[in-house]
C-alpha cells in the first residue's frame, strides 16, 4: 500500500510539472499567409476554430469577397449591419478623430485610381484628384440605428489599413476564451504575442530593413520582444509606381490627395492591441517622423520605430522614447 501511495505522489508530482506543448499552425486569409503559435497542456490544434473566424471575417469587411457587409455598404444597398462591422467601423472612426484624418478609411477611391490594389492607373491631374478629394472624409459616413448613412452616395470605405490588425486580435480572443496565455499570432506580418514563453523569454518578431525594390531579398533591421503587444509595420518601399524617374509611394495622404513625398520609408508600432497598431502605423507614414512623435507624447503605451532614407543610400534610425 506504501508503494502504491509513493507510485501515486510521483506521478502527481511529473503531471504538476509537465509543460505545455507546442503548438504551431498556419494558412492563407485575407489575401496572405497567416501563423499562429501556443502552448496548450493537451497540444489542442484549434485550427478548423481559426479559418472559421477569419472566413466570418471576410464576409463582414473584405472587398474581395462580392457578399461582404462592407461591398453591401459601398454599393448602397440597405442591411442592418452586424456588430462586428459596427465594431470595426467605429474603431476606424476614432483613430480617424485621433489623427485628424491622417488615417481616413474613405481614401480607397484614390488610392485604386493611383493604380494601387491591382488597378490601372488613371490619368491623375489636379482636377481629377480634387474630384476624388470629395468623396474622402471619414465624417461623410456615420451608422445610424444600425445603418450606413452617407453623405454622398459615391462615398465608398476601405477597412484595409486596420483590417489584418482587427483579424489578428480576434484569433487572441478566441485563444484567451480558450485558457490559453501564451500565443503569438501574425496574419500577413501583423503581429500580436501574449505571454512568456516556458524557457522565460517573450516572443521575438523582426522588423524588415526597407528593400530597395518589391523583389528584394527580405532582412532583418531589429528584433523587438514582444510578452504582451502587438506590432505591425507600414512601409511604401514594396508598392509604388514610378513615372518620369520618380517612385511613388502607395500611402496617400488623404488631405491633399497625393502619394506622400517625405523621406520616411516604414513605420513599425507597438501597442497593446493589433488593430490599432495598424491603424496608427498607417497614420504615422502619413505625418512623417516629427509629426509621428509630436503625436505620440499623447498617446500612452503606443510605441513606434521610424526607418527614412539618409544620405548615400543610408538609413536613419528614429524611435519613440518607450519603444
Not at 493537451?42 to 473584405?62: P, R, T
Not at 465594431?87 to 481616413?104: L, M, R, W
Not at 503569438?184 to 512568456?196: F, H
Request: charged share 20%.
Amino acid at each position: 500500500m506504501k508503494n502504491i501511495f509513493f507510485v501515486f505522489i510521483a506521478f502527481f508530482a511529473v503531471a504538476c510539472t509537465q509543460q505545455p506543448q507546442f503548438v504551431r499552425i498556419s494558412g492563407h486569409a485575407l489575401g496572405t499567409y497567416y501563423l499562429v503559435s501556443y502552448y496548450h497542456p493537451e497540444g489542442k490544434n484549434y485550427q478548423a476554430e481559426i479559418d472559421s473566424i477569419l472566413g466570418e471575417f471576410l464576409f463582414v469587411a473584405s472587398l474581395h469577397e462580392p457578399k461582404s457587409e462592407i461591398n453591401a455598404v459601398n454599393n448602397n444597398v440597405d442591411i442592418v449591419l452586424s456588430p462586428m462591422f459596427q465594431d470595426i467601423f467605429n474603431k476606424a472612426v476614432s483613430i480617424s478623430e485621433i489623427t485628424d484624418g491622417a488615417f481616413d478609411f474613405t481614401v480607397g477611391p484614390l488610392v485604386r485610381a493611383f493604380g494601387f490594389w491591382n488597378t490601372e492607373r488613371e490619368e491623375m491631374t489636379d482636377e481629377k484628384i480634387a474630384e476624388y478629394l470629395e468623396l474622402v472624409d471619414f465624417r461623410g459616413i456615420q451608422i445610424v440605428d444600425g445603418r450606413a448613412v452617407k453623405r454622398n452616395p459615391n462615398i465608398k470605405i476601405d477597412f484595409n489599413a486596420i483590417a489584418k490588425g482587427y483579424a489578428v486580435d480576434l484569433v487572441g480572443e478566441f485563444l484567451e476564451s480558450r485558457g490559453i496565455e501564451i500565443f503569438l499570432i501574425s496574419i500577413g506580418g501583423d503581429a500580436l504575442g501574449r505571454g512568456v514563453r516556458p524557457n522565460g523569454n517573450c516572443w521575438r518578431v523582426g522588423i524588415e530593413t526597407p528593400a530597395e525594390t518589391f523583389l528584394s531579398r527580405r532582412e532583418v533591421e531589429t528584433v523587438v520582444q514582444l510578452c504582451n503587444s502587438g506590432l505591425v509595420t507600414s512601409g511604401t518601399y514594396r508598392r509604388y509606381f514610378e513615372q518620369d524617374g520618380r517612385r511613388f509611394s502607395h500611402t496617400i495622404d488623404p488631405t491633399t490627395g497625393r502619394p506622400v513625398e517625405h523621406s520616411l520609408l516604414s513605420v513599425s508600432v507597438r501597442d497593446t492591441y493589433a488593430w490599432r497598431a495598424d491603424a496608427f502605423a498607417t497614420a504615422f507614414m502619413v505625418l512623417g517622423v516629427e509629426k509621428s512623435l509630436e503625436m505620440l507624447k499623447n498617446l500612452p503605451g503606443v510605441e513606434a520605430f521610424f526607418i527614412s532614407s539618409g544620405d548615400n543610400e543610408t538609413f536613419v534610425i528614429t524611435q519613440s522614447e518607450g519603444f
